[in-house]
């Protein structure tokens, strides 16, 4: 479904600037820009005192993960309601399963959705069938893959380095983009243990696991195996400054290595695991030091991390309760924050004078449409793209509380935090869909977004010299 609209009044962002202009939608796509008188019949919708945002792009969620609270119409719904009009999902290759059933599988799945949604594929596996697969999946517009170097979290999802160099290598050989959570496998199992042993068993064992060097010895490696198998690398998450300096460290590499923090890492620290509910905190990476987040800040404003994706995952209390006293081990990973992506980048980026509304705008809408193919339609507004827009109030609090969200969770991990920044509306495809966090329109349903590899990424490489 697709509408006709035209939003007057408000300042809309071109480019660096703010312009005074009305938006007209029509059939689902930006028509015009500018001053516009509207006609009989069409739907207006006053955005005086509003700022008109794209629509944000949120490289990575799990809505389709077993167990997690939310499947697509759940998170779909979530995503809207906070200014995400189209997210990127991953279909999961569950050991033994076929690579061509699974993408076909979450694309049914997508049905549900209420916002536009691509798909990474998830391949754990280099048997010849799966390598063989990757070419039709790639030709069905899935054209990134993300390999686990753990399965410490992930049921089993974690390959060996010779597997993860051999999809690489297909990877390349296709022209799509490799992808890996970088974890040290050996290291968490060994270092778990011996938190067991000791006696530390909750949440705050799950940090102690995980240090910096976890992440930043695995990213080293996939870098550098990337660089040998020639293929462009993402890395998801990004939780420490060590491993931001281990992505970007030039080595003489061949191939573009683009890096992706989340915003729980720029809000929180690693006090939350020492809390009574920290089992609710509990993902991996986990979230790190005061001087990670400070560094991780500092990648952001300069353009080292180029995106900020939600690696929206919520399991509910009850699951994350269960072993919480008992075996860190047991607690399952992965927290809400799709719904809240706008609203803590713009209160902690924006409104502290760290960026600018244009600086959040590429970082969480045309920076991540251009590395995952996406800018013909998404990412900025401009005549022929979708008229996927955010009328956006930076001075009214958003809520935080479980009960203001949309997700099916029933916990939030920003509850004490004051949140600005309401999307008074959000529009897909030139349909008002959600109204300060509320979905008013339940009929509305998104679109698989069949992609094609993305712009030349070297564009968001940024290389550093050891000193």
């Known amino acids: ?3 006709n609209l ?3 009044g408000g300042r809309v962002l071109q480019g660096d600037e703010l312009v005074e202009a009305d938006v007209l939608v029509r059939d689902g796509v930006i028509a015009a820009i500018g001053r516009i008188e509207p006609l009989e019949g069409m739907t207006i919708e006053d955005a005086t005192g509003l700022i008109v945002l794209p629509g944000m792009i949120d490289p990575h969620v799990h809505v389709g993960w077993p167990g997690a609270a939310d499947d ?3 998170g779909s719904r979530a995503a809207l309601a906070g200014g995400v009009t189209t997210f990127i999902e991953f279909a999961v290759q569950f050991p033994g399963d076929a690579l061509d059933d699974v993408v076909k599988e979450w694309k049914r799945m997508g049905e549900a959705s209420a916002c536009d949604f691509a798909l990474h594929a998830i391949v754990s596996d280099s048997r010849p069938e799966t390598l063989e697969a990757m070419a039709r999946v790639m030709d069905a517009g899935v054209t990134s893959f993300k390999m ?14 010779g ?3 051999d999809i690489m ?8 983009l490799s992808m890996a959570h970088c974890e040290n496998d050996e290291v968490i199992g060994h270092l778990s ?3 067991i042993a000791d006696g530390v068993v909750t949440a705050a064992g799950h940090s102690a696991a995980r240090p910096p060097l976890v992440e930043a010895e695995a990213i080293a490696r996939a870098v550098r195996l990337a660089d040998a198998a020639g293929s462009p690398f993402y890395i998801p998450h990004l939780s420490s400054g060590e491993g931001l300096r281990a992505a970007l460290l030039d080595t003489g590499r061949r191939v573009p290595v683009i890096a992706e923090t989340c915003p729980q890492f720029l809000a929180l620290t690693a006090d939350v695991y020492a809390r009574a509910d920290g089992a609710h905190y509990v993902m991996s990476p986990p979230i790190k030091s005061t001087e990670d987040q400070a560094t991780l800040w500092a990648g952001v404003i300069d353009g080292r991390v180029s995106t900020v994706g939600s690696d929206h995952c919520p399991y509910p209390r009850r699951f994350k309760d269960e072993n919480a006293a008992s075996d860190f081990r047991r607690i399952p990973n992965g927290v809400p924050g799709v719904e809240t992506l706008l609203p803590v980048m713009y209160t902690l980026g924006v409104r502290t004078g760290r960026m600018t509304l244009a600086d959040l705008a590429r970082i969480c809408s045309l920076n991540p449409a251009k590395i995952f193919g996406l800018e013909d339609r998404k990412g900025s507004i401009a005549v022929g793209k979708d008229g996927d827009l955010v009328l956006f109030d930076p001075d009214r609090r958003f809520g935080t509380a479980a009960s203001d969200l949309n997700s099916e969770i029933d916990y939030s991990i920003y509850e004490e935090m004051e949140l600005w920044g309401m999307p008074v509306a959000t529009v897909a495809a030139g349909t008002i869909v959600a109204r300060e966090q509320r979905i008013v329109d339940d009929a509305h349903r998104g679109r698989f977004l069949a992609r094609t590899p993305g712009v030349a990424l070297s564009e968001f490489d940024r290389r550093v010299v050891a000193a």
Not at 148 to 161: E, I, N, R, Y
Not at 169 to 176: H, K, N, S
Request: charge should be negative.
């Open 1 to 3: 479904m697709t509408g």
């Open 6 to 8: 035209l939003v007057r």
């Open 72 to 74: 697509f119409a759940a």
């Open 148 to 161: 686990f170097m753990t399965s410490q979290h992930s049921g089993g999802l974690g390959v060996d380095d």
């Open 163 to 165: 597997t993860l160099y």
């Open 169 to 176: 290598c297909r990877v390349a050989e296709l022209g799509g």
């Open 193 to 195: 243990e011996r938190l």
